[in-house]
């Protein structure tokens, strides 16, 4: 099992920054990927951003591509999402996201979420 705890949601102005910060704990020697996804109001919940636990790749949603930047710090088993230029529709509320092994298959666990409102 790993446990995931997200900080840094908030309010903003259009145009502002945040970062998000995603702490994992219990079996992160099994982590294989973290990342972010959200959900907005009324709308499905969407990809984000990913990154690779041991190599560092990343992959993110067009939506945010060079906006957003997610980082890792191994050693503190933490994931940020720095969020720059803000727009009103990057409000949703922000899951951290893990993929960790476990024996033979693969398990997919949730944060609880922090809102992120933008206003214009």
């Known amino acids: 099992q790993v446990q995931l705890v997200e900080s840094g949601g908030g309010l903003v102005q259009s145009g502002g920054s945040l970062r998000l910060s995603c702490a994992a704990s219990?079996?992160?020697?099994?982590?294989?990927?973290m990342g972010w996804y959200r959900q907005a109001p009324g709308k499905e919940r969407e990809f984000v951003a990913v990154?690779?636990?041991?190599?560092?790749?990343?992959n993110y949603a067009d939506s945010v591509k060079g906006r957003f930047t997610i980082s890792r710090d191994n050693p503190k088993n933490t994931v940020y999402l720095q969020m720059n230029s803000l727009k009103p529709e990057d409000t949703a509320i922000y899951y951290c996201?893990?993929?960790?092994?476990?024996?033979?298959?693969?398990?997919?666990?949730w944060g609880q979420g922090t809102q992120v409102t933008v206003s214009s």
């Open positions: 990154i690779n636990w041991s190599g560092g790749s990343t």
């Open positions: 219990g079996r992160t020697f099994n982590i294989l990927t």
């Open positions: 996201n893990s993929a960790a092994r476990i024996e033979s298959s693969v398990g997919f666990y």
